[in-house]
């Protein structure tokens, strides 16, 4: 069979809707069996520690090596064969998961082991999302990407609410390295449509070095002032966000002494927060405002939202849940606006690379953060971590704000 795509002489026709379908359900299959895995290890570690310090590290072996990687796809990416590119990553992940299957059903898991698995799980997804992004331009024409993406977002974040769901139904059930074998099942699902169907290469332009793309990137982001204040805003917010993501399971299990199920719906709902954020972000009255304003009142309120969690009683667990959505719904909304600003902003020669490598520094001050949190296990209880982190984000968006307003009086009196 081949798909033709966006090069059909009649785009109305069902032809590259059979293509892209195919490929799309195997996909979401893959991404779904992922995040049921993904979070069962999550799971698995929080139960067998109870350790701030191992989930820490957990985290960190999720982001480090997409940092490191993120920058290798993000340049050279749109020079590789995207079936190919599709099949390596699956495959990746599934042949280290299989090791380790094997591993743990000759030998007892141990935490530092379970770490190692995520790391594989981390390289393949560095290279593999950036890629179905690319891809879907490929296969469906142009005046049906907007519902595509409409429609791809809402299967991601399906997949993140029921994963969650689902590995805390099995994680009391089923033995952690069967479950791994969700991840082989997943892969082999997502590749058979892609060895049946033919994604259309694209026209090879001059490429930069390595270097120079990222140097190209970088600019894009520091020559515009409102994109660097905002980019500086969400760098700082993900230096104290991010691992009060990461200890969310260990605060229900430790801080409100609930149980795996309830972890699942923790982390559903800040995933749900995430959707729910992203449709808000599409009304008018949402995101038709000043994306700086946006950023800044979304960092505030996630801010106030996690402080409030920290002060709860462990008897507000359902209080807590609330909050979780909320403060998902802020942090999708901070996202989307920062990303229609850059989107705005950027030359559209340089948007995907500036897009793409913005991704990757975001995550750097993820790497920091989280070895703090390592370091203090123990030190202080959990629930102070995120009054802390809590006032430090809303304290933050304040100061921006406050230099918004300077630098515009400034821009006043000299106009």
């Not at 449509?193 to 259309?200: A, E, G």
């Not at 795996?260 to 800040?270: D, E, L, M, P, R």
């Not at 793409?356 to 750097?364: A, D, E, G, Y």
Request: charged share 10%; glycine share 6%; aromatic share 12%.
């Amino acid at each position: 069979m081949n798909l033709l795509g966006r090069n059909l002489p009649n785009k109305s026709s069902i032809g590259w809707k059979r293509g892209f379908y195919m490929v799309f359900l195997g996909q979401i299959t893959s991404m779904l069996t992922s995040s049921v895995v993904g979070f069962s290890i999550m799971l698995w570690l929080s139960m067998k520690t109870e350790s701030a310090k191992i989930l820490s590290f957990a985290m960190i072996a999720n982001v480090a090596p997409s940092i490191i990687f993120g920058l290798i796809a993000s340049v050279y990416i749109d020079r590789w064969s995207k079936r190919k590119t599709l099949i390596f990553s699956d495959f990746l992940v599934s042949i280290c998961t299989l090791a380790f299957f094997f591993y743990f059903l000759f030998m007892e898991p141990a935490p530092w082991m379970v770490l190692l698995l995520l790391l594989p799980r981390s390289i393949g997804s560095s290279f593999y999302h950036p890629t179905l992004q690319s891809t879907i331009p490929l296969l469906v024409p142009k005046t049906n990407l907007m519902q595509v993406a409409g429609l791809n977002q809402m299967a991601i974040s399906m997949c993140n609410m029921a994963g969650p769901i689902i590995a805390a139904l099995l994680i009391d059930r089923v033995d952690l390295k069967y479950i791994l074998l969700l991840d082989v099942f997943g892969a082999i699902i997502a590749c058979i449509p892609l060895l049946c169907i033919n994604i259309p290469s694209v026209k090879r332009v001059a490429q930069k070095s390595f270097i120079q793309n990222i140097l190209c990137g970088m600019q894009s982001i520091l020559d515009n002032r409102s994109v660097r204040y905002m980019f500086f805003l969400i760098l700082s917010d993900v230096f104290c966000i991010l691992p009060l993501v990461a200890l969310l399971p260990l605060l229900t299990i430790k801080f409100f002494a609930r149980d795996a199920s309830n972890i699942g719906w923790v982390q559903s709902s800040w995933c749900f927060g995430l959707l729910l954020g992203g449709l808000l972000s599409g009304l008018r009255r949402v995101g038709g405002k000043d994306k700086n304003i946006t950023m800044i009142t979304s960092s505030f309120v996630i801010g106030i939202f996690f402080f409030i969690s920290g002060f709860l009683p462990p008897s507000a667990f359902d209080a807590f849940v609330f909050f979780t959505l909320l403060s998902g719904i802020g942090y999708s909304l901070l996202n989307s606006a920062f990303l229609v600003l850059l989107q705005i902003q950027t030359n559209s020669v340089e948007i995907g690379k500036t897009i793409s490598l913005t991704n990757v520094f975001l995550m750097l001050p993820s790497l920091p953060s989280l070895f703090i949190i390592a370091l203090m296990d123990g030190t202080i209880p959990i629930n102070h971590v995120f009054i802390i982190s809590g006032l430090t984000i809303s304290a933050i968006s304040v100061l921006f704000y406050m230099k918004r307003q300077m630098t515009i009086n400034h821009d006043m009196e000299r106009g």
